[in-house]
């Protein structure tokens, strides 16, 4: 069993800034990507930013140079620095992990419940 939590989530005013954290846990052998999604009332989930094992970053444009994607040293956690948040940022943001769970099994893409952030005045 694969859990995936995001926490980091809240309120904050336009150009304000918020860390958003997802912890993989369980039976992982190996974990091939992490990354955010996020998805705003009648709009269709996007990608915002992702991260592959070996370290090569993709970052959707509207949020470039203002998202940051890292993760620790272990790799089974991620982060996602926002700054200069606006509104057009509010949604629920969803973390998911690619994982194998064991030599020679198929990876599965594992979802996070999602984690609510609001840019509002």
């Known amino acids: 069993q694969v859990q995936v939590v995001e926490s980091g989530g809240g309120l904050v005013q336009p150009g304000g800034s918020l860390r958003l954290s997802c912890a993989a846990s369980?039976?992982?052998?190996?974990?091939?990507?992490m990354g955010w999604y996020r998805q705003a009332p009648g709009k269709q989930r996007e990608l915002v930013a992702s991260m592959t094992d070996g370290g090569t970053i993709t970052y959707t444009d509207s949020v470039k140079g203002r998202f940051t994607i890292s993760r620790d040293n272990a790799r089974t956690t991620l982060y996602l620095q926002m700054n200069s948040l606006n509104t057009e940022d509010t949604a629920v943001y969803y973390c998911y992990a690619r994982v194998r769970v064991m030599l020679g099994f198929p990876q599965n893409d594992y979802w996070g419940q999602g984690t609510q952030v609001t840019v509002s005045s």
């Open positions: 369980g039976s992982i052998f190996s974990i091939s990507i």
